[in-house]
């Protein structure tokens, strides 16, 4: 949502960069538009992608590089370039990286409908929350200057609210709108709305109709939101949300050709039951399929890959790919892990969500990927891993059943529950002594989050984010032992090894 509206100035005194630059957006890194990510779904989709870590890639809408700038901390081979309207935000970027020394990666402030980028390519290119807010010309100017400079093999990501469902979000963006429309400046324009949201909530309390519930679940998600997504998401000059059809419509006019959604399991009609399933086998065009899928969903957002257009046609993914990628997942079993029984059994991720694993083989993959983690393991590996274990502590039979295994590896995967690499390995070396955090580690832990090598942001409590600004080297164990207690985290029993432990998991030690 960066490279914004810059000539829309809906109110007197106040363009779409004021608000901008009064309320930025909060730093955050997206997992899923990763150049491994987005290189592991071409492939999957029959794509020769490029090696993610020498390659070139440029996001679009950039704002001060927080999704940016970790990439090119953990990837030194690649080459980064990031784009964005508003200067106060290229200016603080420009500043992190200068700040953190890096060499490959850079921040411009540039227009998508003007900018000229010469004859570059790039292998990966990235455009969230951008699409649907900006104008139509814009739009059209932002699929051209991806196949204008997108590489052979390369890869982009576009994200975009979607019809219909985000018509459903759109009656409260119109309360809003029309509660605060006599109000100019962006931080009371805000407040305005925070006190509407208050209201609403007052006033639907008793209400039955499905309305009411929507809007109360809605107003829930908002309370916990940061004030830059409630701004920029309901208060913003444009948000015109597109169907999916036209989105691929326009992407094939400029050019390009859509490769699959980074939610993956959006692809199959089958997460909708059986019945649905029916019903949509009988549509033969897999974009018509896709969109009354998203009618089935009434689904409001969308985060597309596209390639260029002389890429062979959709097909579907090649699961036989899935078998030669490495996987690797952040989460932690179960407190008794039961190998001898194909019982669901949930794994939780650093986020608090749980995920259901059943199959004995599969849940001792995924315990193993979880103590290894951020360690990429080979497919054969891993299926050897898990089949010595089972064997080992299990039923010997389960242990052959390796396409129970396949199978609910690939849905986990689907799921996002776990991830897979282009390349196995990367793990991480042991921290030296005295403890010491890495600058990026410290830099973001400002904002009270960390970054690791997988691009997964962390959110980190107020003392942990103190300990790692504090870790300049001077601390040893026994000084680490002596902050903890001055802070108060010692109280909840947490134990200066079990900590350097967890952030040296998480790359945040030198």
Known sequence: M????????????VSSLDAYDSIPYDRQSLAETHPDQLAVLARLFGVASPDPRTSRVLELGCAAGGNLIPMAWYMPQARFLGLDLAQAQVELGQALIQQLDLGNIEIRRADVAEVDL??????????????????????????ALIRRHLSPQGVAYVSF??????????????????????????????????????????????????????????LATLQHAPDSYLYHEYLAAVNEPVLFSDFVADAHQAGLRYLCNS????????????AAERVLAGIGDPVARQQYLDFLLNRNFHQALLVRAEQHA??????????????????????????????????????????????????????????????AVDYA????????????????????????LFGELFQLFAYRAISASTQPGGGLADHGEPPCSTPLARLEAQSG????????SLALDPETAGVLRALDGSLGRDALAGHL????TAQRSVDPNTLLRRLARYGALC
């Open 449 to 456: 989050r960390l970054v690791d090598s997988r691009h997964a």
């Open 314 to 375: 959709y097909t579907g993914p090649d699961y036989e790919q899935f078998a030669g990628l490495a996987l690797f997942a952040d989460l932690e079993p179960p407190r008794k892990l039961d190998l001898r029984r194909a019982k669901p059994q949930l794994f939780t991720d650093p986020g608090g969500r749980q995920h259901r694993v059943s199959h004995p083989l599969s849940k001792a993959a995924v315990a193993y990927l979880g103590l290894v983690y951020p360690r």
């Open 161 to 218: 609210n979607a019809l219909p469902g985000w018509q459903m979000r759109g009656m409260l963006r119109q309360m809003l709108l029309f509660h605060v429309r006599a109000v100019s400046a962006p931080v009371q324009r805000l407040q305005a709305a925070r006190e509407f949201l208050q209201f609403l909530e007052a006033g639907l309390n008793g209400l039955q109709a499905l309305s009411a519930d929507y809007l109360r679940r809605e």
């Open 485 to 488: 207690r001055a802070s108060g």
């Open 381 to 404: 590996e891993l299926e050897a891993i898990a089949r010595r274990q089972v064997a080992g502590t299990g039923d010997p039979r389960l242990a052959t059943q390796t396409d129970h």
């Open 118 to 143: 010469g004859e570059q390519g790039f292998d990966y290119i990235v455009a969230h929350g951008l699409y649907s807010w900006v104008p139509a010309p814009v739009r059209s100017a932002l699929l």
């Open 2 to 13: 960066h490279n914004r509206r810059a000539a829309l100035q809906p109110y007197p005194g």
């Open 263 to 274: 939610e993956l399991h959006f692809q199959f009609p089958a997460t909708l039951g059986d």
